[in-house]
């Protein structure tokens, strides 16, 4: 099908549109942009950088993708944005290119649900279909993984890693990583209990819930140590999958600094 662009949009003709694209009243295409088929882009977005959309993505209006990072040391360089296929951006989400401090891109995944005034900033990698509420702030560097749900007005500190099916509390301040499964929520935020309805969802056994349940029990509530719990859940009966992923997990958050796996950046002397 025919690709229909408004009369008040400004595409540039280097810009690269798929089949049955939709572009509406006043947005902005800059000429390093692909968008891939069957997407909707309403009234009053931009799009500029290098920026990539695959398949069947909803942007609704007043949305900003691409747009140079919010980092005093970017250089202008040809960093990029990549989000992939069946994404739902609603109104004034801002997802910022990567700066040059890691790979250069900024990455959203496939089926991703993100509300109103959501802020992916640059260098992020976002998984696969995640919920993030109203006002979502996600910092730099962030990384956030698979089937993932943020309350709204959440805030994400920079190099933070939020683990596969987490369940981020409202208004809460993540300064560290989260663990797989938990949910986690407060002004300084900690884990409150095992995500027990995001597992059954997903069609998780009532085995990996419980194994889960007696790990947040040994690690949260009588708080004997990383160590010691891996060693009482790993004498105590087959080590499922879950079991393993969660202490991997928590093996690179200590690893790194502040809490956060990810920011090995060297301290001051």
Do not use: W
């Not at 993540?174 to 884990?191: H, N, R, S, T, W």
């Amino acid at each position: 099908m025919s690709v229909v662009i408004a009369p008040t949009a400004v595409v540039d003709p280097k810009a690269k549109l798929g089949k049955d694209v939709r572009v509406g009243h006043f947005c902005v295409i800059g000429p390093d942009v692909t968008i891939g088929d069957r997407c909707r882009i309403e009234d009053h977005v931009t799009i500029t950088g290098v920026t990539r959309l695959g398949d069947d993505n909803q942007v609704f209006s007043h949305c900003s993708i691409g747009s140079h990072p919010q980092d005093v040391s970017y250089r202008n360089s040809p960093t990029r944005v990549e989000i992939g296929n069946g994404n739902v951006l609603r109104e004034q989400v801002t997802i910022n290119r990567a700066s040059e401090k890691e790979d250069g891109v900024t990455r959203v995944g496939d089926q991703n649900y993100m509300m109103t005034g959501t802020h992916i900033a640059h260098d992020c990698h976002i998984g696969s279909r995640i919920v993030m509420a109203n006002n979502c702030m996600i910092a730099g560097h962030a990384h956030i993984h698979d089937d993932v749900t943020i309350a709204g007005g959440a805030g994400i500190h920079q190099f933070v890693s939020v683990g596969t099916l987490a369940f981020v509390g409202a208004m809460s301040r993540i300064l560290q990583d989260v663990p797989p499964f938990m949910i986690i929520e407060g002004y300084d935020a900690k884990p409150r209990c095992v995500n027990t309805v995001g597992l059954k969802r997903h069609d998780y056994s009532d085995d990996d819930i419980a194994v889960l349940t007696q790990a947040f029990r040994l690690l949260y509530r009588q708080r004997v140590g990383i160590e010691t719990a891996r060693n009482e859940m790993f004498s105590t009966g087959p080590i499922r999958p879950v079991l393993r992923h969660l202490f991997d997990c928590l093996d690179t958050t200590c690893g790194g600094r502040a809490g956060r796996g990810r920011d090995r950046r060297k301290k001051a002397a």
